[in-house]
């Protein structure tokens, strides 16, 4: 196994979009920012240089960080933020992750320009379980906001109010030829007849699942998450933030141009109200001599955005590849079994001089607020009063969580900073399950730190403990690190509690994530050295002594 050195310089530069310029925090200044490339297996160490004006952090997502917590990022949760002056080295740990994953900032919605692709390759000397392809390309998905981010986002969240939405989506740093003033600055991916791609594909997007296509070509999906899956053929694909998709691409079509498009599936809001920004493109553009014939072709097969029969139909296809040589293992003797509603809340804010109910969400009526120092020192040192262990198993009514006029009495979370204390090893198995509360259900894609999961399965309407566990997938299910729990659905996971630390467990909307709709998993030392968290480098950051809501 390799080493890997990266300097992350954080700084604020110029950026033109949409005919406007603003200043941007990135890493290295590009957006997105850049890839780390590693084998299967290897350990990276970067160094991140915060050179802007607020404190950040930066996650490895889908990483999982064998008892390492103490570099996996998440601010109040594994660490302080790095303060404007500062620098942090991470030491990234790769273990069974195989495939594509990405990286990006874990601190208020930063990581809406501070994130990149993670490039996990076969060990040196073995293959991918699939033809070897002729080149690779990588497209980051994201959100492009005219304003800046945080500082709206930081209002709406003290006033309880709804988030911006962006004002476009972009491929690779770039709205495309359908944005205002975009034309000129495309990506063009340039691609030879006859040739077999790899595409890594990241939804680095804030607050929205998308669709993705290319016309006229057909997507063969071998890989999710940073694991294989048995390979399909689609001609599209659908990912929810946090996710990545590796797919084939033959380019077998008659020489010329093709949109590669990505376009917004939101059941509840599309997030950019222009439906002329609501289309991401780049081009898939042949090379060799040709005369050009005309506007790049479209991909008819990109679904519009509540086309949610399409977007299920592909989900049910993943399956894990399941193969000797990558195999899998689901737990089959659950220990702890959780029942876990997500909601949206009314919460109430009032203090000694104001009163105030806002915007909120929950996973079983708590909505996580961030401690003002990290979870995981608290853990690690036994400083009281930061955290508590009571984040309960189940909901704390039972009704029918996805009728159309739920009782507003449902609607009331606490908050709080209340963690689940697992055992080492422990044999797990949570059922989501998202509700109607404020007649605002969406999708919730559920990420967890430190861990693959297994999606045994998913659907619509009010899990059945009778019925629906007997449809589980306990042969093949993919194993994936964020599932998009269906809206008015649930989704059932497994996985074993065999990576000691502090992990965070959250959805991956920035806005659900902001307003509570998270939890911290404690997995216990397992006893021996190789079961057991890492201590912590010296150099740890302090957090800042001003509280932090
Ligand atoms: Cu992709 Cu907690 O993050
Ligand atoms: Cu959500």
Same mark, same amino acid.
């Given at each position: 196994a390799d080493e890997h050195y990266y300097d992350f310089v954080l700084r604020e530069s110029n950026f033109t979009r949409l005919c406007e310029t603003k200043s941007l925090l990135t890493v290295n200044d590009s957006f997105p920012g850049p890839v780390i490339t590693v084998h299967r297996g290897d350990t990276a160490y970067v160094n991140v240089h915060n050179h802007g004006d607020y404190g950040v952090t930066i996650h490895w997502h889908?990483?999982? /960080?064998?008892?390492?917590?103490?570099?996996?990022?998440?601010?109040?949760?594994?660490?302080?933020?790095?303060?404007?002056?500062?620098?942090?080295?991470?030491?990234?740990?790769?273990? =069974?992750?195989? %495939?594509?994953?990405?990286?990006?900032?874990?601190?208020?919605?930063?990581?809406?320009?501070?994130?990149?692709?993670?490039?996990?390759?076969?060990?040196?000397?073995?293959?991918?379980?699939?033809?070897?392809?002729?080149? /690779?390309?990588?497209?980051?998905?994201?959100?492009?906001?005219?304003?800046?981010?945080?500082?709206?986002?930081?209002?709406?969240?003290?006033?309880?109010?709804?988030?911006?939405?962006?004002?476009? #989506?972009?491929?690779? %740093? /770039?709205?495309?030829?359908?944005c205002n003033c975009s034309r000129e600055s495309t990506v063009h991916w340039y691609v030879d007849y006859g040739k077999t791609y790899l595409i890594r594909l990241v939804n680095g997007v804030m607050n929205v699942e998308m669709f993705f296509a290319i016309g006229q070509h057909n997507l063969t999906v071998v890989g999710m998450d940073g694991s294989y899956l048995k390979p399909f053929v689609s001609t599209f694909v659908v990912l929810s933030p946090g996710q990545t998709i590796d797919l084939l691409v033959t380019a077998n079509q008659p020489l010329g141009s093709y949109y590669v498009a990505s376009r917004q599936y939101?059941?509840?809001?599309?997030?950019?109200?222009?439906?002329?920004?609501?289309?991401?493109?780049?081009?898939? /553009?042949?090379?060799?001599?040709?005369?050009?014939?005309?506007?790049?072709?479209?991909?008819?097969?990109?679904?519009?955005?509540?086309?949610?029969?399409?977007?299920?139909?592909? =989900?049910?296809?993943?399956?894990?590849?399941?193969?000797?040589?990558?195999?899998?293992?689901?737990?089959?003797?659950? =220990?702890?079994?959780?029942?876990?509603?997500?909601?949206?809340?009314?919460?109430?804010?009032?203090?000694?001089? #104001?009163?105030?109910?806002?915007?909120?969400?929950?996973?079983?009526?708590?909505?996580?607020?961030?401690?003002?120092?990290?979870?995981?020192?608290?853990?690690?040192?036994?400083?009281?009063?930061?955290?508590?262990?009571?984040?309960?198993?189940?909901?704390?009514?039972?009704?029918?969580?996805?009728?159309?006029?739920?009782?507003?009495?449902?609607?009331?979370?606490?908050?709080?900073?209340?963690?689940?204390?697992?055992? #080492?090893?422990?044999q797990v198995e949570v059922v989501f399950q998202?509700?109607?509360?404020?007649?605002?259900?969406?999708?919730?894609?559920?990420?967890?730190? %430190? #861990?693959?999961?297994?999606?045994?399965?998913? %659907?619509?309407g009010n899990f059945d403990n009778e019925t629906n566990p007997k449809d589980y997938n306990l042969v093949d299910p993919p194993e994936v690190n964020t599932v998009p729990v269906p809206k008015k659905g649930w989704a059932a996971i497994r996985f074993t509690a065999s990576n000691p630390g502090v992990w965070f467990w959250h959805c991956h909307f920035d806005r659900h994530l902001s307003w509570g709709m998270d939890t911290v998993f404690i997995v216990k030392n397992g006893g021996t050295p190789n079961t057991t968290m890492r201590d912590p480098p010296s150099f740890m950051p302090t957090c800042k002594s001003s509280l932090r809501l």
């Amino acid at each position: 196994a390799d080493e890997h050195y990266y300097d992350f310089v954080l700084r604020e530069s110029n950026f033109t979009r949409l005919c406007e310029t603003k200043s941007l925090l990135t890493v290295n200044d590009s957006f997105p920012g850049p890839v780390i490339t590693v084998h299967r297996g290897d350990t990276a160490y970067v160094n991140v240089h915060n050179h802007g004006d607020y404190g950040v952090t930066i996650h490895w997502h889908g990483v999982k /960080q064998p008892g390492n917590p103490w570099s996996d990022g998440p601010e109040y949760i594994t660490q302080c933020p790095i303060e404007p002056g500062n620098n942090f080295t991470y030491m990234v740990i790769f273990s =069974t992750e195989e %495939g594509t994953l990405w990286w990006h900032a874990h601190s208020d919605w930063t990581r809406s320009s501070v994130h990149g692709a993670i490039i996990i390759l076969p060990p040196e000397g073995s293959s991918y379980p699939y033809p070897e392809p002729d080149g /690779q390309q990588v497209f980051v998905l994201a959100s492009w906001y005219k304003g800046d981010v945080n500082e709206e986002v930081d209002y709406d969240l003290e006033t309880g109010q709804d988030t911006p939405r962006s004002d476009a #989506y972009t491929i690779n %740093g /770039q709205p495309g030829d359908f944005c205002n003033c975009s034309r000129e600055s495309t990506v063009h991916w340039y691609v030879d007849y006859g040739k077999t791609y790899l595409i890594r594909l990241v939804n680095g997007v804030m607050n929205v699942e998308m669709f993705f296509a290319i016309g006229q070509h057909n997507l063969t999906v071998v890989g999710m998450d940073g694991s294989y899956l048995k390979p399909f053929v689609s001609t599209f694909v659908v990912l929810s933030p946090g996710q990545t998709i590796d797919l084939l691409v033959t380019a077998n079509q008659p020489l010329g141009s093709y949109y590669v498009a990505s376009r917004q599936y939101n059941t509840v809001r599309p997030d950019v109200d222009d439906y002329d920004h609501a289309n991401a493109t780049a081009i898939m /553009q042949y090379n060799g001599n040709y005369t050009p014939s005309g506007a790049p072709i479209f991909p008819s097969t990109l679904p519009i955005y509540d086309d949610f029969v399409r977007a299920l139909n592909f =989900t049910s296809r993943l399956r894990s590849l399941a193969s000797l040589e990558h195999p899998i293992n689901v737990p089959m003797n659950i =220990t702890t079994r959780m029942y876990i509603t997500a909601s949206m809340n009314n919460v109430d804010f009032s203090n000694g001089t #104001y009163t105030e109910v806002g915007l909120a969400s929950s996973l079983n009526n708590v909505s996580w607020l961030n401690p003002s120092t990290d979870v995981l020192m608290a853990y690690y040192r036994n400083i009281s009063g930061v955290y508590t262990n009571d984040f309960p198993d189940w909901p704390p009514t039972f009704y029918d969580f996805t009728a159309e006029d739920v009782d507003g009495a449902y609607n009331l979370a606490v908050q709080g900073a209340r963690v689940k204390v697992l055992e #080492y090893n422990e044999q797990v198995e949570v059922v989501f399950q998202g509700t109607n509360v404020l007649d605002a259900s969406e999708d919730h894609p559920m990420h967890m730190h %430190g #861990y693959g999961f297994y999606v045994v399965g998913s %659907g619509y309407g009010n899990f059945d403990n009778e019925t629906n566990p007997k449809d589980y997938n306990l042969v093949d299910p993919p194993e994936v690190n964020t599932v998009p729990v269906p809206k008015k659905g649930w989704a059932a996971i497994r996985f074993t509690a065999s990576n000691p630390g502090v992990w965070f467990w959250h959805c991956h909307f920035d806005r659900h994530l902001s307003w509570g709709m998270d939890t911290v998993f404690i997995v216990k030392n397992g006893g021996t050295p190789n079961t057991t968290m890492r201590d912590p480098p010296s150099f740890m950051p302090t957090c800042k002594s001003s509280l932090r809501l």
